[in-house]
Structure formats: C-alpha cells, structure tokens
C-alpha cells in the first residue's frame, strides 16, 4: 500500500513539473512576421513560391521548439515598399490571424524585411532607374521603418539588396549603402547578401535573378547569427 501512494505522489509530481515547464516555457515562445517581395516568399523562375529563408527559419524555431507563430501573408511576389506602406497606414485586416497588420507586427519577436529586388530591377528593365527613383525609395524605406519602429519593439532583420542582370552592381552598393544606414539609425539589423550573388549555383537557373534553396538556406544562417 506504501507503494502505491508512493507512486502515486511521483506520478502527480512528475505532471506537476510538467505543468510547471510548460507554463514557463510557453510565454518564452516567439511569433515571426515576414515581410517582404517574392524574395521574401521564395518566389522561382516558375512563378510559384519555394523554399523561402523565412521559411527556414520557421523551421529552425520550430525544431527548437520555441515558436509560437508565423506569419508570411505580407511577402509575396510584386509586393512594393510603397504598398506596405499603405497596409500600415490603413492597418490592414490579415485574414489569416483575423489581426490587423499594425497587431500582427506589433506582437512579433522577429521581423524580417526584404524590399525592393523585384521593384528596382523592374524598372532598371524599363530604365526609370533614375538617380531620383533611387533617392525616393531610400526615402520611402526611411519612412517604412520609421513606421515599423513605432509600432513593435521586436528585433527588425533587413535583407539587403543584390545584383543581379538587372539590377547593376554601382547601385546596389549605393542602395545597400543608403540602406544600412537607415538601419543603423533606427538601430535594427542590416544584412548584406550580395555576395551571394557572386555564386552562379544559388541560382535557380540563368533567366531568373531568384534564389535557389541553398542561398534561402544561408540567409537564414546569416539571421540566426545576427540575433
């Protein structure tokens, strides 16, 4: 009979514990909102989305058992800084949250931002990259993370820019310049890619400037690095 209630005060101390980790564990769990274009998503040369970095890093936090949620309704192809904008203006209803997108950041741990490789290189096809087009998107960005900043206090990871057949070398660095140090300002995390760039196999083929998974797998490396 000792026995018994011996066993029995180990079971409901054990469930006890449990209970107790579970409880404490569980607020230390984070949310991660990624923003973003087609890099963002993991856009292919075959107009559907892949494995994204973000999505890597989903599955980092995952795997550590430390996430909480993820949302990526606001990174897809086309998306420009000029829209999100208006999204947080406006304070967008995400459908997949039921949040507004000023909620939905304002509770993320981890924001990724990654804006401007499809933008930039589309109008470097149509040559409206312009010295004035440049300064208005820096413009816009200051604007965007201003805005960021005044909504959530999580870490804010910028992805910078890359070259690519499109998008020459002289004006990433100036962008990635411009960039950086707007992160610096508003004191959230710059990180350069464009050595990336360099390695023709991070790419899904030669026709598309998208990255393949090996490359959205070292960006991730990169973000879990920086944080």
Known sequence: MRRKYQLILIIS????????????????????????????????????????????????????KLLKKYNNSYAYK????????????????NKEDKLNINQLIHKAHIITVSFGEEELSKMSMTNDLTKEAINDFICEYDDFIY????????KIIIIGLYENKYLNKSNVII?????????????????????????????????????????????????????
Do not use: C, P, Q
Not at 27 to 43: F, H, P, R, W, Y
Not at 178 to 205: G, H, M, P, Q, T
């Open 175 to 227: 962008l990635n310049s411009e960039i950086s140090n707007i992160a610096l300002r508003y004191n959230v995390i710059f990180l350069d890619i464009s050595d990336l760039a360099l390695n023709k196999n991070y790419y899904l083929d030669g026709k598309s400037f998208y990255f393949n998974y090996e490359a959205h797998e070292i960006i991730k490396d990169m973000i879990i690095n920086s944080i």
């Open 78 to 93: 086309n998306y420009k800084l000029n829209d999100i904008i208006n999204d947080l203006k406006n304070n967008k209803l």
């Open 13 to 64: 101390i054990s469930i006890l514990i449990a209970y107790f980790i579970y409880f404490f564990n569980r607020d230390n769990k984070i949310n991660i909102v990624a923003l973003g274009d087609g890099v963002a998503s993991g856009e292919t040369s075959y107009n559907v989305d892949g494995i994204s970095y973000n999505d890597y890093l989903k599955e980092y936090f995952e795997s550590k």
């Open 147 to 154: 805005m960021l900043k005044d909504i959530t206090d999580g």
